[in-house]
């Protein structure tokens, strides 16, 4: 799991490269959301700060001020790259030698978008797997052939080194790396504040199929009823039957709409919920493998195993000594 906590003043500190020409929408994410943090208490969880190897920071009309210098970037717990107006052609040598250094500490780096490009530069990501905006995949993989390019997925987590594709994807990477270190309700918490879903896997695809208005509500609609429906032994024919289509259609319409099928959907949703349960609750492994309708604890451990790399009670024991209350 995620260092949680900073080496120094008990909060995460993570650290933004501002550099010139970064892509203004991708700094913004996690400036506002990881703020969005907090304890039962109400006191934020992380410390948020600009570094860079400048002052200030200039990206069209903005000028970002207050930047830390790069030798801040040793104290952080993470660091976040934002994407780059200059992306492949990205060239500034003491901004990629501090992110070796910080990587050799152990510091934990994550890229945004076209962030992944600046990355790539340090030679840090090659022999692993990332992404990047669809629209720079192939760039990168021809410039960076050692590096397992993912072209349809929404971020990808090596450990230390995670990547998020374009854009909004770079909140749904924001999103899972405040569950991965303070749990999922907290990150609920924020989504709620972001007014959007935590459900968008990191396997989601970038390019998604976009129905008419009309088209998707059923979709949406069935999404929903799943999520009610979590604790019952729920099926592809009982799904298509709900949704008053064949199952070979419910499969098609939604892998365009989620790049996945529904029954992984499915399978994720029920994972999440029982992280939230084991954060918020004191029901017992057996009753929230019940509710979340894996049928027997050795399916809930199984399902967690795969899907979030430790046991639902080393995730009890890591999140719930936090004090989040259910909603």
């Excluded at 790069?70 to 717990?77: H, I, N, R, T, Y």
């Excluded at 709620?192 to 199929?209: E, K, T």
């Excluded at 419910?250 to 992984?264: D, E, I, K, N, V």
Aim: glycine letters at 6%; a neutral charge; hydrophobic letters at 45%.
């Amino acid at each position: 799991m995620s260092t949680a906590v900073c080496r120094q003043s008990g909060r995460h500190r993570l650290a933004i490269l501002a550099v010139d020409d970064v892509v203004l929408f991708d700094l913004a994410i996690p400036q506002q959301m990881f703020p969005m943090a907090k304890d039962r208490d109400g006191a934020p969880l992380y410390e948020v700060f600009f570094c860079g190897p400048a002052p200030m920071a200039h990206s069209g009309a903005v000028t970002i001020n207050e930047v830390a210098p790069l030798s801040e970037l040793f104290s952080a717990d993470t660091i976040i790259i934002p994407g780059n107006m200059q992306m492949l052609e990205f060239h500034q040598p003491q901004v990629i030698e501090a992110l070796q250094h910080a990587v050799a500490q152990g510091i934990r780096v994550a890229s945004i978008c076209t962030g992944a490009a600046i990355l790539a530069a340090t030679g840090l990501l090659g022999g692993l797997r990332a992404t990047t905006h669809w629209m720079l995949v192939e760039k990168l993989a021809q410039r960076y052939p050692a590096i397992d390019v993912a072209t349809n997925v929404l971020f990808v987590d090596n450990g230390q080194l995670l990547t998020s594709a374009g854009l909004a994807a770079g909140q749904d990477l924001c999103l899972y790396m405040i569950s991965r270190d303070f749990g999922v309700q907290v990150a609920e918490k924020v989504a709620d504040m972001l007014v959007m879903p935590l459900a968008r896997q990191g396997s989601q695809a970038q390019q998604i199929y976009r129905h008419n208005e009309h088209a998707a509500s059923p979709l949406k609609d069935l999404q929903l009823w799943m999520l009610e429906q979590l604790h019952q032994p729920l099926t592809l024919t009982l799904l298509a039957q709900r949704a008053c289509i064949s199952p070979r259609s419910l499969s098609r319409r939604f892998h365009q709409q989620t790049g996945m099928s529904p029954m992984a959907w499915l399978y994720g949703a029920r994972v999440r919920r029982a992280q939230s349960l084991l954060e918020s609750s004191r029901m017992s492994v057996e009753q929230i493998a019940a509710a979340c309708g894996f049928g027997s604890t050795s399916a809930l451990r199984e399902a967690f195993q795969r899907e979030v790399g430790s046991s639902p009670s080393a995730w009890r024991k890591a999140y719930s000594a936090l004090g989040i209350t259910e909603r």
